[in-house]
């Protein structure tokens, strides 16, 4: 992959903005925030077409809540054409991380996402796409 060089100017709020970003993320350098950030951008909007994308849904639950997992499961059946794999973690005695690999147009992938994240019990859930070229 070559590298193309150009010039940016930015308002000196940005700029502050630009390197806080840097710095919280720990990246290399200004250039390597910016081609994150334009890739991202660009990602996002395949998912607005429709495209097909790849990726996965984090769910963090208590591991006691059986019925979590019984929905979880419901909801993954009828979603078995996105679904690459499930596999599941116990972080302690009481939290439990089950992450879905998924591959599919962009608007089934997040209609599954919303469908995990929204049962009831689920503290932390996030869908996360990239582009599947």
Same mark, same amino acid.
């Given at each position: 992959m070559s590298v193309s060089r150009f010039g940016v100017s930015l308002? &000196?709020?940005l700029l502050k903005d630009l390197d806080e970003f840097v710095a919280d993320n720990q990246f290399a350098n200004r250039s390597q925030a910016i081609r994150h950030l334009i890739e991202k951008y660009l %990602? #996002? #909007?395949k998912w607005k077409c429709d495209n097909i994308v790849a990726g996965a849904v984090v769910l963090v639950f208590n591991n006691q809540k059986r019925e979590i997992l019984k929905k979880s499961s419901e909801i993954q059946f009828e979603y078995s054409d996105v679904i690459l794999s499930v596999?599941?973690?116990?972080l302690n005695e009481v939290n439990y991380m089950e992450i879905i690999a998924v591959k599919g147009p962009s608007k089934r992938? %997040? &209609?599954?996402? #919303?469908k995990l994240i929204s049962i009831k019990g689920i503290e932390h859930g996030k869908l996360v796409m990239s582009k599947a070229q």
């Open positions: 308002d &000196e709020d %990602t #996002e #909007e596999q599941g973690f116990y992938l %997040t &209609e599954i996402s #919303e």
